[in-house]
């Protein structure tokens, strides 16, 4: 985790670049790729191959209306998909539950994807995958994903989507925004299962980007977590890396509710013990600037590295609601 100096996204973190369409490379590309995914890009002047179906958005607005929160603004383009919103959990009856339906056939070249989710004030929000996302072999350029969350003042919102699945020949730059009001409240997982068991299908992958900022609204940057792997050019299981595991979890809780030391010994005590038991690696730190706390866990068991991810939800859950984190029967309900 680095903080970096502050500056201000090319895109707006609820809606379109001022004067581009959902269509262009503006509004769906993160302006800035990394070095490490970009050398894959096509030679100048080569076709890209990027068909316009290809272009996958979504975009949705909570609003809170008659006592909970409504879906009150949506627009899919297909490969992304979501569902009707649900109220499954009976201890917080006012939280709107969505699913986003997985991207059949999984990412592949040339793929290009946009989600942005925007809470109102008080609204309460829980957005889930119903598999795994896998990213295919690709023989030129590469995948880009923009996810784009932004909350109002005492909002909640959980975003823990299943695992990425990089598979050999892989190519991806996922970039996540957290835009937070001070009195805003996340819940945000990612996971990497590092490919299939298997002759090069563990760590085959080209390159896996990933980049999580924690922003305020008018653009002030306060964190940054960046994760660079390239199997293809450096050993990405040994010291300060993977130490030779294979699923990469984390859970970020950005919040103004209460100390972000608090929120850091929550998930510290969820997870004292459990590495012990079920061979996972783990540590918790809180933020910079104090906006909130992380939990990063190392394992090879997807079932205990998935284990570990919900204790720390529900530590967080319990801190901050007061009430525990559903199990996955709940969170699945009705889809």
Do not use: K
């Not at 992304?80 to 649900?86: A, D, E, H, K, S």
């Not at 090069?200 to 008018?218: I, N």
């Not at 706390?293 to 939800?313: F, I």
């Amino acid at each position: 985790m680095a903080l970096v100096t502050d500056d201000i996204p090319e895109a707006s973190a609820t809606g379109r670049t001022r004067g581009a369409s959902r269509l262009s490379a503006t509004h769906h590309t993160p302006g800035r790729i990394p070095p490490e995914v970009a050398r894959h890009a096509p030679a100048p002047g080569a076709a890209t191959g990027e068909p316009a179906n290809r272009i996958g958005l979504l975009e949705m607005g909570f609003e809170r209306q008659s006592g909970r929160t409504e879906l009150v603004r949506r627009y899919s383009r297909m490969p992304l998909r979501i569902g009707r919103p649900q109220y499954p959990d009976p201890l917080r009856p006012q939280m709107a539950f969505v699913r986003l339906a997985p991207v059949a056939g999984g990412l592949v070249q040339e793929d290009r994807q946009r989600i942005d989710v925007c809470c109102g004030a008080d609204t309460e929000a829980h957005l889930s995958t119903g598999a795994a996302t896998e990213v295919r072999a690709m023989e030129r350029g590469y995948a880009t994903r923009l996810v784009n969350l932004s909350a109002g003042p005492d909002a909640y919102l959980e975003y823990l989507p299943d695992p990425l699945v990089p598979l050999p020949g892989a190519r991806l730059y996922q970039r996540t925004v957290i835009t937070a009001d001070p009195a805003a409240t996340f819940v945000v997982g990612e996971t990497v299962a590092a490919g299939r068991p298997g002759p090069g299908g563990r760590h085959g992958y080209d390159v896996l980007g990933l980049d999580l900022e924690v922003r305020r609204p008018h653009g002030r940057l306060l964190a940054l977590d960046a994760v660079r792997l390239c199997p293809d050019r450096h050993d990405v299981s040994g010291p300060g890396m993977l130490s030779g595991h294979t699923q990469l979890a984390s859970l970020y809780v950005v919040t103004g509710r209460s100390p972000a030391a608090e929120v850091a010994d929550a998930l510290h005590t969820a997870l004292d013990g459990l590495g012990q038991r079920s061979g996972l690696r783990y540590g918790v730190s809180v933020l910079p600037h104090d906006c909130g706390a992380w939990l990063r866990v190392l394992g090879d068991d997807a079932e205990s590295v998935a284990a570990a991810r919900h204790a720390g939800w529900d530590a967080a859950r319990r801190l901050l609601t007061g009430s525990r984190a559903p199990d996955r029967a709940t969170r699945t309900a009705g889809r």
